[in-house]
């Protein structure tokens, strides 16, 4: 998240630690050691701009954190120190919480979004925020849903992508840079296993693919597309130098993968040595 992380522990339970609302019923100005959170049957949490929401073992999905945008999603714009219900969700099987929106995949591959929705984020057709779930409009087919600052995307089980939201920069991948409150399908992607949005306002987007190479498009300006240039890119291009990968993580302005020979390699910023090399300056290939 953030300003926080949180770990899932076996069993179910969840600790986290940094700042704000963590989860435990109280407020944290920058917590060191990690605290419980008021839950113990989760499958996957994710943390994102001031909340946090977990996927429970029933479907159901629990949030708490700060409440504004409605991105708690019980219906109101209440801050929560403890975990509550998610309104009408039962058939989770995947969440995404970022910045201050969440969507979940649910069991018949429909897709719910709520929280902020001033580009259209949410994907139902307008720009209003939401303190409830809504349904993201022409998608049921979905496996995997990723969310970020002002867009989204979703794997669907063809193994295409679609995505929605703020587009300047072709985030969308659909070789416009026109806004969509909808979704659109990422231009030439038909073998995705995972797609990735970049955090914050990075606005890019990452997929790995099944024959373990990665593609990216959007936003451009460090280099995070690794395609050896800074131009920005509106539909996906290939990453140089990666045709192993079995993981990637995509931060604001760089990208990490994780290669089958278990080594990683990184691309985009490295002003604070993010990319591990032992250098500083970014770097546009892999």
């Not at 630690?17 to 944290?28: A, I, P, R």
């Not at 409440?67 to 969700?89: E, L, M, Q």
């Not at 969308?172 to 073998?191: E, F, K, Y």
């Amino acid at each position: 998240g953030t300003n926080r992380g949180c770990a899932l522990i076996s069993g179910g339970s969840i600790k986290c630690w940094g700042d704000g609302y963590l989860g435990d019923g109280g407020y944290s100005n920058y917590s060191t050691p990690p605290v419980s959170v008021k839950i113990s049957n989760a499958t996957k949490v994710s943390a994102g701009g001031g909340h946090s929401c977990a996927l429970i073992d029933n479907g159901t999905i629990e949030c708490w954190g700060g409440g504004n945008y409605g991105k708690i999603g019980d219906g109101s714009t209440s801050s929560r120190s403890t975990p509550v219900a998610v309104s009408s969700i039962s058939t989770a099987t995947d969440i995404s919480s970022r910045y201050s929106h969440s969507c979940a995949v649910l069991s018949g591959g429909t897709v719910k979004c709520w929280g902020w929705n001033n580009r259209g984020q949410l994907g139902n057709g307008n720009t209003t925020d939401q303190t409830s779930p809504v349904s993201v409009s022409g998608i049921s087919n979905a496996t995997q849903v990723s969310v970020y600052g002002e867009h989204t995307c979703a794997r669907l089980n063809d193994s295409t992508i679609k995505c929605w939201g703020y587009n300047p920069f072709g985030q969308l991948g659909d070789g416009t840079s026109t806004s969509r409150t909808t979704p659109v399908a990422v231009s030439g992607i038909s073998n995705a296993t995972k797609v990735y949005v970049g955090i914050d306002y990075s606005e890019f987007s990452c997929a790995l693919l099944s024959d373990s190479t990665v593609k990216c498009w959007g936003s451009n300006s460090y280099g995070q597309i690794g395609d050896g240039s800074t131009s920005t890119r509106y539909t996906p291009v290939a990453v140089s130098g990666i045709s192993n990968a079995t993981q990637i993580s995509v931060s604001r302005y760089h990208v990490c993968a994780r290669l089958s020979d278990a080594t990683i390699k990184c691309w985009g910023s490295n002003d604070s040595g993010q990319l591990g090399d032992g250098k500083k300056g970014s770097s546009n290939n892999a």
